[in-house]
C-alpha cells in the first residue's frame, strides 16, 4: 500500500486541496484509494461526503487528531490529510505509516515562517533520516512573475527538499470542491495548463 502524508503546521496552507486533487487522480486510474482526514474541521472528510456515485469512487479512511485506524480493506492508495500543529507522537505515528509527504507552502512570510520550523522538524524525524519517508514540496496558489513567488523561490532553495511544482491560483479548486470533485474529475483540455503543474508531483510519488 503507497501512503501519502499532506502535512503543513499551518491551516490554510492548501493541505485539503492536496489531498482531495491526489484522491481524485488516483481514483481515475482505477486504484482503490482512501482520503482520511484528521482535522478537527474535517473539510476532505465533507468533500467526499459531497462526491457523487457517478464519480469513480474514493473511501473514507476512518480517524481523527488523536487515532488513526487501518485504512479499509484492499486500499493501494491511502491519503492523509492533517491538521495545523501536527508535531510530537502525532507526527511520529503519521510518519511511520507513511512514505511520501507532500508539503504545501503557500507564497507568504506566514507560510515560510511556519514552514521554516516544520522543515527542521521534519529533518529530525528517524523516519526521514533514513530515507524511509520522501519529503517534497509544492507552492500553492502561485503567481508566476510575481515578487511573492520569486520569494517563495528564494526561501525554498535554502532547504534540501525537492520543490516538486508550484500550482496557480485558479478558480477550478474552487468550482470543484463544493462538488466533491476535483481537478482530474473535469475534462483534461479544460484545464490541462492546470494537469501540466501536477504532472511532476505525480512523477515524484511513482518514484518510491
Same mark, same amino acid.
Given at each position: 500500500?503507497?501512503?501519502?502524508?499532506?502535512?503543513?503546521?499551518?491551516?490554510?496552507?492548501?493541505?485539503?486541496? %492536496?489531498?482531495?486533487? /491526489?484522491?481524485?487522480?488516483?481514483?481515475?486510474?482505477?486504484?482503490?484509494?482512501?482520503?482520511?482526514?484528521? $482535522?478537527? *474541521?474535517?473539510?476532505?472528510?465533507?468533500? %467526499?461526503g459531497?462526491?457523487?456515485?457517478?464519480?469513480?469512487?474514493?473511501?473514507?479512511?476512518e480517524?481523527?487528531e488523536? #487515532?488513526?485506524?487501518?485504512?479499509?480493506r484492499?486500499? #493501494?492508495?491511502?491519503?492523509?490529510?492533517?491538521?495545523?500543529?501536527?508535531r510530537?507522537? +502525532?507526527?511520529e505515528a503519521? %510518519?511511520?505509516c507513511?512514505?511520501?509527504?507532500?508539503?504545501?507552502? *503557500?507564497p507568504?512570510?506566514?507560510?515560510?515562517w511556519?514552514s521554516?520550523d516544520f522543515?527542521?522538524?521534519?529533518? #529530525? #524525524?528517524?523516519?526521514?533520516?533514513k530515507?524511509?519517508?520522501?519529503?517534497?514540496?509544492?507552492?500553492? +496558489?502561485?503567481?508566476?512573475?510575481?515578487?511573492?513567488? *520569486?520569494?517563495?523561490?528564494?526561501?525554498?532553495?535554502?532547504? $534540501?527538499?525537492?520543490? /516538486?511544482?508550484?500550482?496557480?491560483?485558479?478558480?477550478?479548486?474552487? *468550482?470543484?470542491?463544493?462538488?466533491?470533485?476535483?481537478?482530474?474529475? /473535469?475534462?483534461?483540455? +479544460?484545464?490541462?495548463? $492546470? %494537469?501540466e503543474?501536477?504532472?511532476?508531483?505525480? $512523477?515524484w /510519488?511513482?518514484?518510491r
Amino acid at each position: 500500500m503507497h501512503t501519502l502524508l499532506i502535512a503543513n503546521p499551518k491551516g490554510g496552507a492548501g493541505k485539503s486541496t %492536496l489531498a482531495t486533487n /491526489l484522491a481524485t487522480y488516483y481514483a481515475w486510474r482505477g486504484k482503490a484509494v482512501a482520503l482520511g482526514d484528521l $482535522d478537527r *474541521q474535517q473539510s476532505s472528510a465533507h468533500w %467526499l461526503g459531497l462526491r457523487s456515485a457517478s464519480f469513480p469512487a474514493i473511501a473514507r479512511w476512518e480517524g481523527d487528531e488523536d #487515532e488513526l485506524t487501518k485504512p479499509p480493506r484492499g486500499t #493501494e492508495v491511502a491519503i492523509l490529510d492533517t491538521p495545523a500543529g501536527l508535531r510530537g507522537k +502525532r507526527l511520529e505515528a503519521a %510518519l511511520k505509516c507513511s512514505d511520501h509527504i507532500l508539503v504545501p507552502v *503557500q507564497p507568504s512570510s506566514f507560510d515560510m515562517w511556519a514552514s521554516q520550523d516544520f522543515f527542521a522538524r521534519l529533518a #529530525e #524525524e528517524k523516519q526521514v533520516r533514513k530515507g524511509k519517508v520522501k519529503v517534497g514540496v509544492v507552492g500553492m +496558489r502561485v503567481k508566476t512573475g510575481t515578487r511573492a513567488s *520569486q520569494q517563495l523561490v528564494d526561501f525554498l532553495a535554502q532547504f $534540501d527538499l525537492p520543490v /516538486l511544482s508550484s500550482l496557480r491560483d485558479t478558480q477550478y479548486y474552487l *468550482q470543484t470542491l463544493p462538488r466533491g470533485l476535483g481537478l482530474f474529475d /473535469l475534462p483534461a483540455p +479544460r484545464v490541462a495548463r $492546470d %494537469l501540466e503543474q501536477w504532472q511532476p508531483i505525480l $512523477d515524484w /510519488l511513482e518514484h518510491r
